[in-house]
């Protein structure tokens, strides 16, 4: 059964503090996102990576970073957090996206994250 | 503004009961994805529509894709209390050479036993 898991299911955090959120995936998938999931504004990307090393911005990367040094396992960074970065944080994974392939994408369970 | 957008933003049923969920978007697409999400958790892939594909069933699930007015519906037939869930499509888009996707901001289905 395909598997995309996240490091932690809830996490508290102080304002300013450096926050690492991991997300691991079993399917050997070159594509993988962070999301971030707020009321009223659905699932908004953060981040994304189509292969070891490389990265792309999505419509929100300010006050992120990633990395991705191993296949997979993609983390998402919040250098110094702030209070509106407390969200639901999903991590996705799938096959590689273009137009001539549907893949769909695999979700972990999410991290609600709350900065306080 | 997001690329799919779904209508309503909830929706409340009895069991047994049918219940549509519509998704409009903007550009032209190639494919059309539904998800959903039960409370808390993440989204799970439920059916792909090609564009040229006009319905599709999956189960209880029957999606139809009308490409002339750029919009989805989704139907789910005989509803049951496990069926609460948010419903998502997801609609793909190029930026900056980049193909990715766009999610909507979701119907909130409840279905009342």
């Known amino acids: 059964d395909v598997k995309v898991t996240q490091s932690s299911r809830y996490l508290v955090k102080r304002t300013g503090e450096k926050v690492f959120l991991e997300c691991v995936q079993d399917m050997d998938h070159e594509n993988m996102f962070w999301y971030r999931q707020d009321p009223g504004l659905g699932l908004r990307l953060i981040y994304f990576?189509?292969?070891?090393?490389?990265?792309e911005k999505g419509d929100i990367p300010e006050g992120y970073s990633v990395s991705r040094e191993k296949k997979e396992r993609f983390s998402l960074i919040l250098e110094s957090a702030s209070t509106n970065q407390t969200s639901m944080y999903l991590c996705?994974?799938?096959?590689?996206?273009?137009?001539?392939?549907?893949?769909?994408?695999?979700f972990g369970p999410g991290t609600r994250l709350t900065v306080l | 503004s997001q690329q799919g957008e779904e209508d309503p933003q909830a929706l409340s049923i009895q069991e047994g009961e049918n219940a549509t969920m519509n998704c409009s978007y903007k550009?032209?697409?190639?494919?059309l994805q539904w998800y959903r999400q039960n409370s808390g958790r993440g989204l799970v892939h439920l059916i792909l529509i090609r564009s040229n594909e006009r319905e599709k069933h999956s189960g209880r699930l029957r999606v139809t894709l009308d490409t002339s007015k750029k919009s989805s519906s989704l139907l789910i037939t005989a509803s049951r209390a496990a069926d609460t869930a948010s419903y998502f499509c997801?609609?793909?888009?190029?930026?900056?050479?980049?193909?990715?996707?766009?999610f909507g901001t979701g119907t909130r289905l409840k279905v009342l036993a």
């Open positions: 996705a994974s799938s096959l590689p996206l273009n137009r001539g392939s549907y893949n769909e994408q695999f």
């Open positions: 550009t032209s697409i190639n494919n």
């Open positions: 997801a609609t793909p888009t190029t930026t900056s050479g980049t193909y990715k996707y766009i």
């Open positions: 990576s189509y292969d070891v090393k490389m990265k």
